[in-house]
């Protein structure tokens, strides 16, 4: 069937969690397709063998259009299906049949006699797998300290006697990551502990040719410094990503056998302790589902780079630990996924008339000083707009 017949004799169809269909009009198709790869490398052989599995899930943008007379109260029949957290199932005239989940929808009914609903469709699995319960923080827990103490014994062999060139460079490493974490410091108590942290690591780091074993702990302290702190979990994670972008660029200028062991290291200390931090997060710290996603794209991003950086540097990992790390990053992006199933969905809503914060708070999350301060909060209220928001004020809530 030619892409013209698909258009003319197929209409788009979405049946929503609550099992009602809803026949919109849609403009607009981009597919993102990824796959789960896995990269092997074997002693004595140049090069990495890239084995492609199966397709992840994948995302597509939404725009469709309710239209007519009725169209608000269709679109307003939509947006309530939509709160369901089932999965929908779409009929789609160029990708057929596809079960997803929406990550966000924004709903515009600014313009006459048509309301328009745009955001980002995610294909998922009809069940999860594995099938079988596993304990996610407690097994990651194990894991991760597993991890840390090899990690430690083999940084000790690997630089029984590392020479005086890696002492600025592991100081470097720690001033940088003190300047990312600052950010997150916000109460006294933060601030200082941070300080503590910032010079224990930087002394053991002038220290490292006699006590490599200090500077591992020391640096790993103030790597965590970040799940210490009470900011928002995407912000601790932007700064961890600074932090080991940070290590390239201290280790890697210059990159001699000892360096590129450090950068080896640390890095794998910092993607295991992102690994162990965010599969031990509550659900309800992230914002909105969008927030999940991020933070997977954020951790697939950094563990793909580390890996693509090893090889480019024909540097050979320590086999145990690389296999080690590999486990807890995947197990926890997989945790993840089915996070972000479960999180909360972000909603648009653009203002048709003059309105106040109480009417709104009452109408997206019912009566309350608590509703109405979270209203406040998430729509970024002003001091101009605490008695009358004005139409056309777009409006963000979450189901």
Known sequence: MSWI???NESKLSITT??????????????????????????IGVPGTFVGREEVKGQQFPLLIYFQGEDCIDVAKEFRISSADKRPWKISHPYYDDLLVQPLGLKFDDSQLNVVKITGTLWETLDQKYPTNKVNAPKEIEIKK????????????????????????????????????YSFLAQTKDEITDLKSKVTAASGA?????????????KANDLINFPFLTKQNIVVKVDQLINTFNDFAGVFLEDPTAEKKATYEFQSTMLLSELSLNLIDTDINEFDKRSDVISVIDSLTLAYDTFGETMDDLGYTQ?????????????????SLYDVALNSKQERFFTLDKDNNIVNLAHRFYGTGDDNLDLFIKQNDITYNEILNIKKGREIVYFV
């Open 5 to 7: 017949d698909r258009i």
């Open 17 to 42: 969690g609550d099992g009602k269909t809803y026949t919109p009009l849609w403009k607009n198709a981009i597919l993102n397709i990824n796959f789960n790869t896995e990269g092997l490398e074997f």
């Open 145 to 180: 300290s597993e991890i840390d103490l090899l990690t430690q014994e083999s940084f000790v062999i690997k630089l029984e006697t590392p020479s005086t060139e890696l002492i600025q460079p592991a100081n470097d490493s720690v001033i940088k990551t003190g300047s990312n």
């Open 205 to 217: 780091a002038q220290e490292i040719t006699t006590n490599t074993s200090s500077y591992i702990k």
């Open 318 to 334: 320590d086999s145990e630990l690389a296999l080690r790390l590999d486990y807890i990053v995947n197990f926890t992006l997989s």
